[in-house]
């Protein structure tokens, strides 16, 4: 695993959409967070550009990523928003020079195309917030995202909750948004879970495509060999006027009950304003017992 230098104070980040629109204005909380932790910042060709939803073409925004990619001053690539749209411009980059000169790819949500091809390609990325919610984090939201990108230890321990599945785990930390990582099953960005943590969370979906997204990252073995979960926010999630029967915890508990692994529901991570930043393609320590949830980035 290939993980990218750690900034220090005068390094450049670049802000892109690789999703749907943002403008520069609303860039500003974004950029005067990173001025108070002494970096300098660069807005990418797609802030301001408005193709409908999206940031841009998908040709403008390729052209966008991979020019921050390829400039050696740019050392962390920051995603404006998710939405959608990443999907269409991943086979357009190129990640040769990337990964000869890796930098921090940061975001969540949709950046979850990202997350997994670059875990494919064995380059470690930040699962943190983005510029677009940056108003709305809690300070310690923040500042778990300044210790990554400088390189700080990171370790989280939160009390444990009834349905918590207890035990002890250590591997490399993978995964991101479960609508995403379903749509990639089958494609060349698809991640491997084995003898890994998979970390998944979604965003203002029905239970039953919950349901049919965790029997088909089942049969696709994605927890044969997976050694814990970690279940970040599930919000908003939605019911049929005929009730599935199944709330969240009891589908995703439900399918992964026979591979005895711990597993650790609400941590503060996803689509929530408690988003705390993780490293994906990191090892960490995972443990949930009766009392708390300690996950530790070595």
Same mark, same amino acid.
């Given at each position: ?6 900034? %220090? ?9 690789? +999703? ?7 860039? !500003? ?18 802030? @301001? ?12 925004? +390729? ?39 890796? !930098? ?29 919610? =940056? ?6 939201? %923040? ?21 918590? =599945?207890?035990?002890? +785990? ?22 491997? *879970?084995?003898? !890994? ?29 997976? !050694? ?16 599935? @029967? ?6 995703? *508990? ?15 991570? @996803? ?5 705390? *930043? ?21």
């Amino acid at each position: 695993m290939i993980i990218p230098p750690f900034l %220090k104070p005068g390094d450049t980040v670049a802000i892109v959409c690789t +999703a749907r629109k943002f403008s520069a204005e609303d860039a !500003k909380p974004a950029i005067e967070l990173l001025n108070s932790w002494g970096l300098q910042v660069k807005l990418g060709n797609t802030i @301001g550009l408005d193709n409908y939803q999206l940031g841009g073409t998908d040709a403008e925004r +390729a052209a966008d990523f991979q020019a921050m990619m390829d400039d050696e001053n740019i050392k962390a690539i920051w995603c404006a928003r998710g939405g959608y749209g990443t999907v269409r411009i991943i086979d357009a980059l190129d990640f040769t020079n990337f990964k000869k000169h890796p !930098k921090w790819i940061i975001g969540f949500s949709d950046v979850t195309v990202l997350h997994s091809q670059l875990n494919v390609e064995r380059v470690a990325t930040l699962h943190a917030i983005m510029p677009f919610t =940056v108003p709305k984090a809690p300070e310690e939201v %923040k500042e778990s995202l300044r210790e990554a990108l400088f390189g700080e230890t990171i370790s989280y321990t939160i009390p444990s909750k009834p349905n918590d =599945v207890k035990g002890k +785990a250590s591997g490399e930390l993978v995964g991101g948004n479960i609508s995403i990582l379903y749509s990639l099953l089958g494609s060349k960005s698809a991640i491997n *879970t084995k003898d !890994k943590i998979l970390f998944i969370e979604d965003l203002d979906e029905y239970l039953y495509h919950i349901d049919r997204m965790m029997y088909n990252l089942k049969r696709n073995g994605y927890f044969e060999k997976v !050694k814990g979960i970690v279940v970040g926010s599930m919000a908003d999630m939605h019911d049929n006027e005929i009730p599935f @029967g199944q709330n969240d915890v009891q589908i995703i *508990t439900a399918i992964a009950k026979e591979y005895a692994i711990p597993i650790a529901f609400d941590f503060p991570a @996803g689509h929530q304003s408690d988003n705390r *930043t993780l490293i994906f393609g990191k090892q960490v320590n995972f443990e949930v017992n009766e009392k708390e949830i300690k996950l530790k980035f070595e």
